[in-house]
């Protein structure tokens, strides 16, 4: 129960956030950030504190909260006990966000209201998109991808209109939701048991160990493929070449934990696929950063 006399944000609290999460989500804004033909600064400064340091954690407590888990969920191996703390902190978070996104444009508040209301759909027990597998991952899929990369591009560049949607953004945010959407199953292997428990037949449940590697996989293929087209028309092959050597140490380490958890299914556990999503995070916003300087100082 809650100690009604501590602080709203304590150490259970302050875990919840799951703070150091946001730096798995950070590929996202930097390969937005890295596709724009002219930064504004300020604006790109004050997105990058809302998505990380409000929007994220936000989500990240109000699902701690709906879920409740007694194991381990993403970027935090022993969660505390959930409190009613956590909603109300989550609230706080997500109206401090929004409010700062009108300094940037009144238009990115209702963007930015969008992804807060499928965030909380995602989890709320009432609705809980969680729950069906595909549309849960399909709403994961286009939110942290295609649609934060249009939050990012939109506002480093400043541009809040329909004339926005070119090709070549349509394009990029496609590449955004196919890659999250081919990692996100990953993140989901070694929770079936207190997933189907509570209800939630995530996709990762419902393809099996064997099932979300090879799902994942494809995915990254078409990923690879999208990536390929897009570079290559767009800038050079040598951009293609980046985003794959800097990718080569993922696929790797994909390949050998597939292998060793289809011999034995003890290894589709949480330490391995935190180990690939770090890995996967540390090599992505190096590709970007090297994308980013290609495209800005060479």
């Known amino acids: 129960m ?17 703070l150091p999460f946001s730096f798995f989500l950070l590929p996202i804004f930097l390969f937005a950030l890295s596709q724009t033909i002219q930064i504004d600064l300020l604006n790109s400064l004050i997105i990058f504190f809302v998505l990380h340091l409000f929007i994220y ?10 879920d409740n888990d007694k194991g381990s969920i993403g970027g935090l191996k022993n969660p505390p006990p959930a409190t009613l703390k956590l909603y109300k902190v989550s609230i706080l978070l997500d109206i401090t966000g929004l409010l700062l996104c009108l300094l940037i444009n009144w238009k ?27 549309i849960g991952w399909l709403v994961v899929m286009l939110f942290q991808g295609g649609f934060t990369f249009l939050l990012v591009n939109m506002s480093t560049e400043n541009i809040f209109s329909s004339s926005w949607f070119s090709n070549k953004n349509i394009e990029c945010m496609l590449l955004a939701s196919l890659l999250i959407g081919g990692f996100y199953p990953l993140t989901q292997i070694y929770q079936h048991e207190e997933d189907a428990g509570r209800g939630d037949y995530t996709i990762s449940y419902k393809l099996g160990i064997t099932g979300t590697f090879i799902f994942s996989a494809s ?47 003890k290894y589709a556990d949480y330490t391995h696929a935190m180990s690939i999503t770090t890995l ?19």
């Open 2 to 18: 809650d100690n009604k006399n501590s602080s709203l944000f304590d150490r259970d609290t302050l875990l919840h956030l799951r």
């Open 57 to 66: 954690p936000a989500s990240n407590s109000y699902n701690s909260f709906m």
């Open 108 to 134: 990115l508040f209702f963007l930015m209201l969008v992804y807060i209301a499928v965030s909380k759909a995602y989890s709320w027990k009432r609705i809980r998109l969680k729950k069906y597998g595909f």
């Open 219 to 265: 995915l990254f293929l078409a990923a690879s493929a999208v990536a390929y087209h897009y570079f290559n028309l767009y800038f050079s092959i040598n951009q293609f070449l980046v985003f794959i050597f800097c990718l080569t140490p993922v696929i790797a380490y994909f390949l050998f934990w597939f292998i060793k958890s289809v011999q034995n299914n």
């Open 280 to 298: 996967s995070s540390i090599c992505m916003i190096l590709c970007f950063c090297i994308l980013y300087v290609i495209n800005h100082t060479i």
